[in-house]
């Protein structure tokens, strides 16, 4: 099949998070399964310098642009993955990130940035940017891709479309002189369409004209059409049920393999993991802390965010201090969390260390030093750090909920017992009911057979891109055989048949 998947960031050319992993992966997991999947994305600054052997392919004339938009034809790195960068410099040529000034604040024209990102998917998926190649689905990413299932919707001859769902807290929703401005349909602004609490809402366009709508793990899938996770979108997401699906994330392990990895202090092996001791010293000499014999230390790398349940950290800090561990953070987020978490290393600094921003390298560092990996969220679609934390037998402690439940599984006496234990698992969004947890995984600490065992199932267990991606493959077929006609569609399509056929 030819696929073109649409996305707004891609690990190694850009990222901000788990869907720029999740888009550097799958397409190059497609292409080894047989699959021609082609990338394409905004032509950031970033993009621009990482891309191989990128070169001009077509000019493409699209609303939206003072002057033709360039489509630039590259490498995916070390793939064999083509990569189409949409080079709009107005749009896209600026500083920061993807979304956001170098401020941290969202920019403000992030409306028109990304519905010209979709006209120029838009204009590829129906074979009129120049390339002599049309996909058989079209698989888009999260709300900066949303215009685009919608705009194909009712066009003859268009290829099929998949809405994948990465995290539906983020809407791209956008006021009415914004939509004006975009010069789309007028009637797209209703509550049958893409209005939503009188704001246009991005993702809803991939939500309501989608073929099909996946999500990033099967209990995610079934989260989102409840009131508690569902953003207020569960009704239209109850109403598509049909066409909803879960397909776990997965991992590259050529990235994330603990016996390979080159930014490691120490590789190591499940059968030699007495060196990931090395890791351990390292990470406490990156963050500053002294090396402490026999202190577990727990660690957490990610958006510092009320998602990610970090504020339930926070208010632990004194009692955590007292039970002889150390805690390393690495993120960057919300200021409030940022400035109490750098209060903390301040008042303890043997014990407890921040670092404010993100670097890759460090990430990597952090899995294999830490004992014992954080991840308490209020809800996480899939995750992908307890994901690495198990192959880097780093034991991951979890909350109950989407990806998390999918993969972790706690370590109670008949799961030890059974041999299938490989974290731990709380249910209650409390710090109390998340102490319960630290201090159960710190007890198996103390018990070396115990834990190793932990450590090694986690090791073993797979969640590749391989299985994911034969998932996915079968979803493909699945929808180009059996598209989904939006009922505007049909109408539109009775009203050119002959009356005196239409029946």
């Not at 970090?310 to 953070?329: G, S, T």
């Amino acid at each position: 099949m030819n696929i073109l998947f649409a996305s707004s960031e891609v690990h190694p050319l850009i990222k901000t998070g788990g869907l720029a992993d999740v888009s550097g992966s799958l397409p190059r997991a497609l292409k080894g399964a047989k699959q021609e999947a082609r990338l394409i994305l905004p032509a950031y600054p970033a993009a621009i310098s990482r891309a191989e052997k990128l070169r001009l392919e077509s000019d493409i004339v699209l609303p939206g642009a003072r002057t033709p938009v360039r489509l630039l034809h590259g490498w995916l790195p070390h793939s064999r993955v083509r990569v189409y960068l949409v080079d709009s410099p107005e749009h896209f040529d600026r500083p920061g990130g993807p979304y956001q000034d170098e401020d941290g604040k969202e920019w403000p024209d992030n409306a028109a940035r990304f519905a010209l990102f979709a006209r120029a998917v838009s204009a590829i998926a129906m074979n009129r940017a120049g390339l002599n190649w049309q996909p058989d689905l079209v698989h888009c990413n999260d709300w900066q891709t949303g215009l685009v299932p919608a705009l194909l919707s009712c066009k003859s001859q268009r290829p099929a479309t998949l809405f994948t769902i990465h995290n539906l807290a983020y809407q791209g929703l956008f006021d009415w002189k914004t939509f004006k401005s975009l010069k789309l349909p007028v009637d797209w602004w209703s509550l049958d369409k893409l209005e939503f609490h009188e704001q246009v809402s991005f993702i809803k366009g991939g939500l309501v004209y989608a073929d099909w709508i996946s999500t990033v793990s099967p209990t995610y899938a079934g989260e989102i059409c409840t009131k508690a996770f569902g953003c207020g979108l569960e009704g239209l997401l109850q109403h598509r049920r049909e066409r909803l699906s879960g397909i776990l994330n997965g991992v590259d392990y050529r990235v994330w393999n603990p016996g390979k990895d080159k930014l490691l202090a120490q590789s190591y092996t499940a059968r030699t993991l007495e060196r990931k001791h090395d890791n351990k010293v390292a990470l406490q000499k990156a963050f500053g802390l002294p090396e402490r014999a026999g202190f577990p230390l727990l660690g957490h790398v990610g958006r510092l965010v009320d998602q990610k349940g970090l504020d339930l950290v926070i208010k632990l800090i004194p009692q955590l201090i007292r039970r002889r561990l150390q805690l390393v953070v690495l993120g960057t987020g919300q200021p409030e969390l940022e400035t109490a978490l750098t209060m903390a290393a301040k008042k303890y600094p043997e014990q407890i260390g921040v670092r404010i921003g993100y670097d890759e390298d460090l990430a990597h560092l952090l899995e294999a030093g830490s004992d014992i990996f954080l991840m308490p969220s209020r809800f996480e679609p899939c995750g992908l750090n307890q994901i690495y934390s198990l192959r880097y037998g780093t034991p991951p402690i979890v909350r109950n909920t989407g990806g998390l439940a999918d993969t972790v599984t706690d370590a109670s006496e008949a799961n030890i017992a059974a041999g299938t234990a490989n974290g731990f698992v709380f249910d209650d969004v409390t710090s109390a009911s998340l102490l319960e947890a630290i201090d159960r995984a710190l007890g198996c600490y103390t018990q070396p057979d115990v834990w190793t065992a932990l450590q090694r199932t986690g090791m073993a267990a797979d969640f590749s891109w391989l299985r994911s991606a034969a998932e996915y493959i079968a979803l493909y077929e699945r929808i180009i055989e059996a598209p989904f006609e939006h009922p505007d569609c049909r109408q539109q399509r009775l009203h050119k048949i002959p009356a005196e056929l239409s029946t």
